[in-house]
T-cell receptor, first 111, second 114 residues
Framework: GDSVTQMEGPVTLSEEAFLTINCTYTATGYPSLFWYVQYPGEGLQLLLK?????DKGSNKGFEATYRKETTSFHLEKGSVQVSDSAVYFC??????????FGAGTILRVKS | KAGVTQTPRYLIKTRGQQVTLSCSPISGHRSVSWYQQTPGQGLQFLFE???????NKGNFPGRFSGRQFSNSRSEMNVSTLELGDSALYLCASSPQGIGANVLTFGAGSRLTVL
């Protein structure tokens, strides 16, 4: 079946630092890709998505580009804030509309 | 509008018991999907219900079951609980289903099995 591999955390950054969280996937066909974020004590929220190759999803300063040639969907943000501290999940929607989640990456931003 | 509501938020059971969790979707959403989140296995898809019918199922044993009512509220049941069933159970709703729409997640029900 399909799988999603995320960089292990926790990732600890200072405020205004540049963020990259790597995500690669294995899938047959052309899956849709998502980044979801989970703040402490809350459910997951969609951060951004891309549904085809070369699409760039963006939201709240975060960006990720669907790279089919490298089967990657890395999350980036130019300047993180303390409020970005959360767990980030890379998600692949495989054939049959089943979601496959990465393990999650904890991000801690220090002021 | 109200979000996805899961009850109870926390519960403790012992091995061999059974448990029922409830999920009330956003008004107008017809799809409810369930997920298990554990430190070891991460987030895993359990099943999806749409208009009272199970539409998709993940790789979980038959002890895990669910149903959806005519008002779209969904319940998940786990029978003969095992220690490994301790997890955060999340549900998500969407208007037409996982493939068609963005999911809105509830805050989860945290189950501890002793």
């Amino acid at each position: 079946g399909d799988s999603v591999t995320q960089m292990e955390g926790p990732v600890t950054l200072s405020e205004e630092a540049f963020l990259t969280i790597n995500c690669t996937y294995t899938a047959t066909g052309y899956p849709s890709l998502f980044w979801y974020v989970q703040y402490p004590g809350e459910g997951l929220q969609l951060l951004l998505k891309a549904t085809k190759a070369d699409d760039k999803g963006s939201n709240k300063g975060f960006e990720a580009t669907y790279r089919k040639e490298t089967t990657s969907f890395h999350l980036e943000k130019g300047s993180v804030q303390v409020s970005d501290s959360a767990v980030y999940f890379c998600v692949c929607m495989e054939y049959g509309n089943k979601l496959v989640f990465g393990a999650g990456t904890i991000l801690r931003v220090k002021s | 509008k109200a979000g996805v509501t899961q009850t109870p938020r926390y519960l403790i059971k012992t091995r061999g018991q059974q448990v029922t969790l409830s999920c009330s979707p956003i008004s107008g959403h017809r799809s409810v999907s369930w997920y298990q989140q554990t430190p070891g296995q991460g987030l895993q898809f359990l099943f999806e219900y749409f208009s009272e019918t199970q539409r998709n199922k993940g790789n979980f044993p038959g002890r895990f079951s669910g149903r959806q009512f005519s008002n779209s509220r969904s319940e998940m049941n786990v029978s003969t609980l095992e220690l490994g069933d301790s997890a955060l159970y999340l549900c998500a709703s969407s208007p037409q289903g996982i493939g068609a729409n963005v999911l809105t997640f509830g805050a989860g029900s945290r189950l501890t099995v002793l």
